[in-house]
């Protein structure tokens, strides 16, 4: 008999071979490491008023939220949160979801399905092309920075049901999506707009309401948003954000909701604490870009060969092209005590391995200093020659 199982130690090896290997590394409470590897854009997810926030909701609401959102799941708490974020976005309705994937997987299929076509960005996140595989829909595969493609497909596509969807900030490089373009692109052929925007969601926008409110499109109904509670907000779970009727037939249709339980109390309490500091405190939106551009520079006067670009968004991408070098990289920026994020295929094109650093608001000065220090150590010899001068002092 055939052992079921060779196969995954075949393809553990082809993957070691290649570079592509993962291993799950858990952090300890306190780190010594300056961290430029996590989605906590705002520095929130530790804040003392976000933490209470989901230690409150646990008290009064429990630890889970016991069912589906149609059956018990739904609490008072969750339809606050749906309330302030399609106030703070400037959408008209918003509904929540146990993460960020599942509100892509749910808007994506409820809003085509058979007989439909999905125009879907080259580069849009595993989440969305999960949903439009899912969604039995015809999909297309297209470049949405040039909304002009997007217009030609649309142009000869036979089905009437109409879906076009774009990361609005690009997770791995911070490029953004040309969303007014797009947007007429889609009104004129008579398709919906969605866009997540997990990316840009407390990152762009005024006071960090999002790309797709900084390109004024919240509010229209022809767009639907979708984001992640995990990233800027520092909590878990996810939402989309649209038109009244667009948000009743998720609740109708989306499987992803229906049939998940839903998301956890203490999550709803920690991003409606996150919404208040962050409308409390607009300027940590500023600080991240601040951060984020000093990062930039570090790299760029440590690599200046790498054309490490001027950052758009939280982060920061240093392509140093094949995984073994990427490794070798993030491990020794560990050692030095800086905690970069690796991307290697299939998260990047082949022969684009990067780190990327993503940069918080709460980085100090002294944070920055050793990001500088670490990345002239480490990046100077990778690009040739001998470590280049420090671009800050200290
Ligand atoms: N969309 C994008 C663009 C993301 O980067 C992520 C998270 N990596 C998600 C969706 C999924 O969100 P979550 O982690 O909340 O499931």
Redesign the pocket.
């Known amino acids: 008999m055939d052992d079921p199982l060779a196969w995954l130690a075949e393809t553990a090896r082809d993957r070691r071979a290649a570079g592509l290997r993962r291993v799950l590394s858990p952090r300890d409470v306190v780190e010594p490491l300056v961290d430029l590897a996590s ?1 906590d854009y705002l520095g929130l997810a530790r804040d003392p008023r976000v933490v209470e926030g989901a230690v409150a909701a646990a008290r009064t609401w429990g630890a889970g939220s016991t069912g589906s959102r149609l059956v018990t799941g739904s609490t008072r708490l969750h339809a606050e949160l749906e309330a302030d974020l399609a106030d703070f976005v400037g959408a008209p309705d918003a509904l929540v979801f146990s ?6 997987l749910g808007a994506v299929t409820a809003l085509s399905g058979r007989g439909a076509v999905v125009v879907s960005d080259v580069a849009a ?1 595993a ?2 092309v999960d949903a439009a595989r899912l969604s039995r829909a015809r999909v297309v595969v297209g470049r949405c920075a040039v909304p002009s493609e997007v217009d030609a497909v649309l142009a000869d596509a036979p089905e009437t049901r109409r879906l076009v969807v774009t ?1 609005g900030v690009d ?1 791995v490089d911070g490029g953004l999506a040309p969303l007014v373009e797009l947007h007429a692109v889609c009104r004129a052929r008579g398709a919906l707009l969605l866009v ?1 925007d ?2 840009g969601l407390g990152v762009r926008g005024p006071a960090g309401a999002g790309l797709v409110a900084e390109a004024g499109l919240a509010a229209e109904p022809d767009v639907v948003t ?1 984001a ?4 800027s907000l520092g909590s ?3 939402v989309v954000l649209g038109s009244d009727a667009v948000i009743a037939h998720l609740v109708d249709a989306a499987r992803a909701f229906i049939f998940d339980t839903g998301l956890a109390p203490t999550s709803v309490g920690a991003a409606l604490a996150a919404l208040g500091v962050l409308r409390a405190e607009p300027d940590r939106v500023t600080a991240l870009h601040h951060a984020a551009a000093t990062v930039a520079a570090s790299a760029r006067s440590a690599a200046p060969t790498l054309g490490v670009a001027e950052p758009t968004a939280a982060m920061v991408p240093v392509v140093l092209g094949e995984p073994d070098l990427a490794v070798a990289a993030r491990d020794a920026c560990a050692d030095a005590g800086l905690r970069a994020g690796c991307f290697r295929p299939p998260s990047v094109p082949e022969g684009t391995s990067r780190l990327r650093l993503t940069a918080r608001a709460d980085l100090s000065a002294d944070d920055l200093a050793l990001v500088d220090r670490v990345l002239h150590e480490v990046l100077g010899p990778i690009v040739g020659g001998s470590p280049a001068r420090s671009a800050r002092p200290g």
Do not use: E, F, P, V
């Open positions: 989605n993460s960020g994937y599942t509100a892509n996140h989440s969305l990361d997770s997540d997990a990316h979708t992640t509670l995990s990233k878990q779970g996810g």
